[in-house]
């Protein structure tokens, strides 16, 4: 009995020894992975920095095949550039330049790589300045159509002769000469003339996208502002008051905005007699949508319009248009 318990005494013990070995072990199996791991992923990150070009090569065409298509920036081979006829190359770029500090790009290139690659920047140039030019084109024609509608309005009220318009880097310009006729003297109260003239060309504006400025002007004159401190605060007060004028008539408050200029932006020179009442005026501009490399085209793709002038009713835009396609067909005739 006795040996027997002692056995089992042993063998209890003996356990006990077997379970605490095996806890003082047991981090060494985490650590070993994490080991592991962490050569494994160092490996990958230096074959990724180390590129092989022929293996490259062999992957590009391999890619090159399975997607069904010829490639020449796939295959290596040279190829002309949208533009550049055919003197563009497509250049092999250093996988380990820096494409921040633009001049790791072109080092080490020899001079006809460098010509390619200068070749390649000034087609992109030129196909960014015609896709501009398009874009700036076409925004002068959209500005025209609502010049046309604008100046319709006005005609039916026999009002036409009260606006003017200058198609401008900032989008079609509609100039109202305040001259008695829309404010009085030394105030930012509409006159009835006035309110005649805005409700004419509000039904336009109203479903336009854009955004409209409306900007105050006063003329040259040094005589002192009764009502106001100031020719800053009377223009940005007549401003205002049209920009009231034209949320009562539809118009989105987000869509608008007021600026006052004061006597800073004469619309003629001041020594002319006719700045008196010419310069006193309010420009709605309804601005373009252009961006502003685009933008800047804008008045030479006006053309005359870029002057100012008196608005053309759709009624006169299409008499002359059918007057140039005459003059065109009898030329080539």
Known sequence: MSSGGGGGGRKKKGHEEHEEHVNHERWLVSYADM???????????????????????????GLSAGFGADSAAFSGQSAPLDGAANTAQVVQIDPGSNPGDGTSGTEGLNQKQKDAVEAAIKAEDRKKASANAEKAAQEAEDLKEVENKISDALAKENLLGNAKFTIDSRGLVVT???????????????????????????????KLPNRIEVDGHTNQLKAKTTFYP????????????????????????????????????????????????????????????????????????????????????????????????????????
């Open 35 to 61: 080991l592991t791991l962490l050569f494994v992923l160092f490996v990958v990150l230096f074959s990724m920095s180390s590129v092989d070009q022929k293996k490259f090569a062999e992957l590009a065409a």
């Open 176 to 206: 109202i000469i305040t001259n008695e006729v829309v404010f009085a003297g030394n105030r930012a109260d509409l006159q009835t003339g006035g309110r005649k003239i805005l409700g004419a060309v509000a039904p336009t504006l109203v």
């Open 230 to 333: 100031s020719g800053w605060e009377l223009s940005s007060a007549r401003a205002s008051t049209v920009v009231r004028f034209f949320t009562e008539h539809g118009i989105v408050k987000k869509r608008l905005s007021a600026v006052g200029f004061s006597d800073t932006k004469p619309l003629i020179d001041p020594s002319d007699p006719r700045s008196v009442t010419q310069n006193r005026r309010v420009d709605v501009v309804v601005l373009t949508t252009l961006t502003a490399d685009q933008a800047a085209l804008l008045p030479s793709a006006a053309g005359a319009d870029a002057k100012l002038h008196t608005g053309q009713t759709t009624a006169q835009a299409e008499a002359e248009a059918a007057a140039e396609a005459a003059e065109t067909t009898t030329t080539h005739d």
